[in-house]
């Protein structure tokens, strides 16, 4: 989510007429939309809800989504409607894109929605298509409320094995980049498996590969993410010597506030 082109929802260009306001106000929370009227603000929350509601393809409604997000818009109806339109618009999404949008819901703290149960046959159908970041995404989001189904996070874990099996021979002409992003992407993925004690061996062997690697490489690795390399692995009781070694290594270095030692 590093860059957006400017996307083509007609309907949106109205609600950008707006974004002073959201510049001087970036946080707004309402929890119903009918009340907006009350807050004196309906302009605002009502373009949003039309370019969403009259948004008719993938990358619109991908794009509208995050801004709901960017701008912290807790109202239930509108998020109830985005999640609406992600069924209608489920086909023209990217893996991306969908991974994505799923993942807003989490950010944005709703767990009651549907969207996490009735995504999986959908995340399923084309999981071929699902790049090793986009699988860390959806496994942030489905562990994250402890959405969890047994079979769809196994499924989860064999696409992640199988990605592994076609890119093995390639992590030592990865760039730093590549590796540090491929990296990130296995400390989360073994962060959300050991969030729920689901112990796939050969899922934490894989990201032990990449962990090493980006350490071989000189890779600033924050305090934060040796922490949830350490917490993970010991969640679900694995000891990995030389991880912890070079992680020993980097401590002495390394200033760790309170806050991140909290586990």
Aim: hydrophobic content about 35%.
């Amino acid at each position: 989510m590093n860059s957006f082109k400017k996307h083509i929802c007609k309907s949106f260009d109205t609600f950008l007429t707006y974004n002073h306001y959201f510049i001087i106000r970036k946080w707004i929370s309402y929890t119903s939309y009918n009340k907006i009227h009350e807050k004196g603000l309906s302009n605002y929350l009502s373009e949003l809800y039309k370019s969403i509601e009259n948004c008719n393809s993938g990358n619109s409604l991908f794009k509208l989504t995050n801004k709901t997000l960017t701008y912290q818009i807790h109202d239930i109806y509108i998020w109830r409607l985005i999640e609406k339109k992600f069924y209608d618009l489920q086909h023209e999404l990217t893996p991306k894109e969908l991974s994505c949008i799923i993942n807003y819901f989490k950010q944005i703290k709703i767990n009651d929605s549907k969207i996490y149960d009735n995504s999986i046959d959908i995340i399923l159908s084309t999981i071929d298509k699902y790049s090793i970041h986009d699988l860390s995404i959806i496994c942030l989001s489905y562990t994250y409320f402890n959405k969890v189904n047994t079979i769809f996070m196994n499924k989860i874990a064999e696409q992640i094995i199988k990605l592994y099996e076609q890119e093995k021979d390639n992590i030592h002409n990865l760039t730093k980049k590549e590796l540090k992003d491929t990296f990130i992407s296995y400390v989360h993925i073994i962060g959300s498996y050991a969030k729920i004690n689901h112990k796939n061996i050969e899922i934490f062997k894989i990201a032990s590969l990449y962990i090493i690697a980006a350490f071989n490489a000189d890779i600033k690795i924050s305090s934060k993410m040796l922490i949830k390399i350490v917490t993970s692995y010991s969640n679900v009781k694995i000891k990995h010597t030389k991880i912890l070694d070079l992680i020993a290594n980097q401590v002495p270095i390394m200033k760790i506030t309170d806050d991140e030692l909290k586990v």
